[in-house]
């Protein structure tokens, strides 16, 4: 079965420091990863996805992760966050042979200050 | 179009009435799911409907009854339910196949108070 540890419940910090948001997983088959963020008030939206192909993803508004094999993580970054990526993110586990199945991590709280 | 729309947005209910949520999309997709999220935790799985059949039930309680009418609604009806009950529904749906996780779109969910 497959689970996601996310090691962080609450991440402050400060405008325009880089952050690093970790999620391990564990799974004794090939993954599909990805990462949810969700504002207040809202649902989730997918941020960024591993699939396959290149380790490195990225998104549209400056963050990436990594997916690290060897050491079953893929932990999301950003060099320099703004106020607004305040909210909640979710790092989240398809086994790619299983179906309809998403597991999701327990969430980090990014509280951005100015 | 790619929006899922789901009302009420917030419901108050007692532990005797019936109410029911109801979820829409027109983005062609044909599954759709039900996630139960409780006040700083992560969504839990209830119900996946992969088209308009019930495909997976996560040992969900009876009191909560799902229904997906056609390809674009699906409805969560309630009955009887416990003040624990209370939390935010979410739906969400994607294209199934073999890459269906590959893109879930999620809706605003129903805030839900059980009294």
């Known amino acids: 079965a497959q689970s996601v540890t996310q090691l962080d419940s609450q991440v402050p910090v400060f405008e325009e420091a880089p952050v690093e948001l970790r999620c391990n997983y564990s799974?004794?088959?090939?993954?599909?990863l990805f990462w949810y963020v969700q504002y207040p008030n809202q649902g989730l939206q997918l941020l960024l996805k591993?699939?396959?192909?290149?380790?490195l993803v990225e998104s549209i508004n400056g963050f990436e992760a990594e997916f690290n094999k060897s050491q079953t993580s893929f932990h999301l970054r950003k060099p320099s966050v703004h106020i607004s990526d305040t909210a909640e993110y979710f790092c989240a586990v398809s086994e790619n042979n299983a179906g309809n199945m998403l597991t999701f991590g327990g969430g980090t709280r990014l509280m951005v200050k100015p | 179009d790619t929006e899922v729309t789901q009302t009420p947005k917030h419901l108050v209910m007692g532990m005797t009435n019936k109410k029911s949520l109801k979820c829409e999309q027109h983005?062609?997709?044909?599954?759709m799911y039900w996630y139960k999220q409780k006040a700083k935790k992560p969504p839990e799985l209830m119900f996946v409907y992969s088209y308009e059949k019930l495909s997976i039930n996560e040992s969900v309680p009876s009191r909560f009854s799902p229904e997906c009418p056609n390809s674009s609604l699906l409805n969560l009806h309630l009955h009887a339910l416990q003040p624990e009950d209370s939390a935010l529904y979410l739906c969400?749906?994607?294209?199934?196949?073999?890459?269906?996780?590959?893109?879930?779109?999620f809706g605003s969910g129903t805030q839900l108070s059980v009294l």
């Open positions: 983005m062609g997709h044909r599954a």
């Open positions: 799974s004794s088959v090939s993954v599909y």
């Open positions: 591993y699939l396959s192909g290149s380790t």
């Open positions: 969400a749906s994607s294209h199934p196949g073999l890459r269906w996780a590959e893109k879930l779109f």
